[in-house]
């Protein structure tokens, strides 16, 4: 049997959205004391003593190495040099020290050297672990020696005669020892937080690491060293140079040259660091619709942690990134940015790339486009009407989850109106819900034109800060002033959200300022694991009628195609993707297959086309390919890539717009000319019926037409820069396919919400799209949100409410159980999903059901686990648009969980609310 652990991966500890699942990692009540308070243990400080905090508050810095016996730092700290020994820390972080015979739980260990002791929760980075236990923690660069790992991630170092079980190995080498993947039935019958109050999850990659609340004092003292123009000028883009001359200055603002404070440089996402100026490079992950099929949280903190990086070494400061616009069809030219049709999934995928993104050595991250930014022909005059429940619960949620577990420190404005108004100058979207209701403290920019031409004071008022790329409203700033419809604290209030987010991702300091750019990481090692690691769990098996997979591991689980010799890859897209140079980078019409042209574009270090994927991966094979079915004839499989470009669904200038329709009959893809898809596809099974379909595509496409003439369908959506590694090793199952859909496959576009891309006649927003219309509906899905398949099957069963009588109170968590095995011949990941129903329900609209929770566990072969999942009782409430808040009912629900959205697979068990 192949190798199934070698591109295995699982979220870090598994607490994906507040769930505590897995492998005998229950969690203790009160273990997530983030923030800091003090608690027991000696306190001890100074002297040579002291470090790690003991009896401090959180937030401090020590340094003094001292070693502090049997304490119990907590919350947030950072200790450097010291060292502990046989003591607690929790929440802690410990920079270089020592840790013997401790348990540290949710803190950071930096360079230390943890000697026998039990870390849970942590991410020891650059560390030696010898002789210890860590449970759902990660390991970066650092060593394991005699240790063991359960449920974590190590990545990028060394594993000497260790034990990983239940997670993920990237980049390292590891020698002798075990690896494990999945690991005994565990049982826990008993409540593992309190149903009384939801405890969130305490693993560090859940902190937000850079608060935008409290103001930074250095940005408040800038700001009142600056004359009124200096003010003005910050909140513009720059426009002493002309942006459309001159590269890259489109994508900066000004600073103040007296205060040296220099220009603001910001770069676009989200699948990759975009490349303005010549010769400039960034890794080309999987869009962001390929990572959002992951349903991995771990990952897409990972991949944000990469590009913020990336940006700070490039030199840039403010990502702008990522897309969390909810999907309400699938022919928006964007799709591919954003991760799905789901709000939690939107949210939850958000706030992680925001939170990786953030961490110290990255940048500040832009979500956008807020709110209701859903078609692109018609992007800057579109006028979605929508009531308050709708705007709420299924558009501005995504904002708001990635606002509370993320904090970004930029909100980009949308070019659209909403309700009427334009969203730059919409108070009721700006002011009222980013800031009153949710508290939150970032600046908002404008997308790039997109407020209205002398309208300063309307949009300032409204909340927007910064507009790019030059001004337009806010060349009226001044004389508002004067006239007295600007307050001059409403102006030194937007200078110091934007000085703020500057100073607190330290824009500012002198060795950073005197650094020069750097462009290495794009080809590192690192890049390109986690590259591979955004397809091998972003594709999506759709369909297999028993032809996959390839090779030996196909007489392991008694299907597949066991002698596959002779592969054929056939049709206009045999030779994608491919990575396009500089300078096809800006001809529109250049097919990559590695996503749109517009805003999103990157120029990856290279690109492993699937040809150049199947030929590497291992000897004996026979690749072949042709640009028509010639190659088809003699071939053990054909794999048919059909992949959509900037023309087909691509923002809109440069001759991209939204899809023409979803079907693979009459259109698209535009560049196969006269050549239709599902004729092609019909052709070439009539000359070898072994075919493989790959949608190269950014979301869904009707399969009706072609799909019987396909042994296999596989949803690769635009790969990234190893998508063809990342193609052969799911084909022959060193890797398994664990991707399930973000959005619902229709069998008819009809059933889809209405999709009005033209115009500026106010379209009506419906409450239900996606798989919430579907279901209310009953029209027929051919696959539903949430669906995937993979070499092995998993049953769910024994669903159980862990709250006493199934009650709980209105602000308490519900927390369940599932046992979820692997019954199949391989290990996989599977991705649980928890959603809850509303029967009893009195509000004026609610869906039969909506995800509200998720999470990866790695199975072996035979397997099983509890699995553990907890929401608090809040995320049941709807948005009650008379007293304009969140409101939950209390009443019984449904809590269904399982392996997707459609309800002949899911478990329910009720549970109520009091
Ligand atoms: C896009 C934004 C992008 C901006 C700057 C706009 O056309 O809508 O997503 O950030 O351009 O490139």
Known sequence: MKDMTKHSYSAVALVAIGLMAFAGCSMAPGQSNLGGSTQGGSSISGGGQGGLGLGSQGGTTESNAGSPAAGSPTAGDASTGANLTAGNSQGGDLVGGTLAGGIPTGGTLIGGIPTGGTLAG????????????????????????????????????????????????????????????????????????????????????????????????????????????????????????????????????????????????????????????????????????????????DLEYQVGNLQGREMRAAKNELALAPVINTLRHPRWARAQETYGEDPVLLGEMGAAYVRGMQQPGGCAACPKHYVLNDTDNNRMQANPNVDMQTLHENYSRPFEITVKKGDPACIMAAYNMVNGTHCTENKSVLGDILRTQWGWGGFVVSDWSAAQAGHGAASMNAGLDLEMPVPSAFTTLSGDLSAGTLTSAALTASATRVMNARTKFKDLDATYVASTASFSLAGAQEAVTLAERTELEGAVLLKNDGILPLGSLATTIGSGSPNAKIIAIVGPDNNLPVAPTATQNSQKNFVSGLGDRGSSQVVAPHAVSYFQGLQAHAGGLTIKQSADSSAAAGADVVIIPVSMAHEDEGEGYGGGADRQNMNLTTIHPIHWTTTRPAAFIQSVAAINPNVIVLLNVGSAVIVEDWMTYAKAIIQTFYPGQEGGTALAALLFGDSNFSGKLPFTVGQNESDYPQFQNSGTAAATIDYYHGYRLFEKNAKPVRYWFGYGMSYTTYTYSNLQVLCSNSTIPATGALNVQVTVQNTGKVAGDEVVELYIGYPNSKAPKRPVKELKAFTRVTLAPGASQNVQLSIPATDTAYWDATNNKWTVESVAHTVLVGPSADPTKLLSATFTIQ
């Open 122 to 297: 942590g991410i020891p980075t650059g560390g030696t672990r010898t002789g210890g236990a860590s449970a759902g923690g990660s390991i970066a660069g650092g060593v394991i020696a005699g240790g063991s790992i359960a449920g974590g991630a190590k990545t990028g170092g060394t594993t000497t005669a260790g034990t990983i079980a239940g997670g993920s190995t990237a980049g390292g080498t590891k020698t002798g020892g075990t690896t494990t993947v999945g690991g005994a039935t565990t049982s826990s019958s008993a409540p593992i937080v309190s149903c009384t109050s939801y405890t969130p999850p305490s693993a560090a990659t859940y902190k937000i690491p850079t608060p935008m609340t409290p103001v930074d004092t250095q940005a408040t003292q800038l700001v009142s060293q600056m004359a009124v123009t200096d003010q003005i000028n910050i909140l513009s883009g720059d426009h002493t140079t002309n942006p459309y001359a001159t590269a890259g200055v489109a994508f900066r603002s000004l600073g103040v040259a007296s205060l040296n404070i220099p220009n603001y440089p910001m770069r676009d996402g989200p699948r990759g660091m975009r490349n303005i100026m010549p010769g400039d490079v960034s890794t080309c992950f999987a869009v962001a619709e390929a990572r959002a099929a992951s349903f991995d949280l």
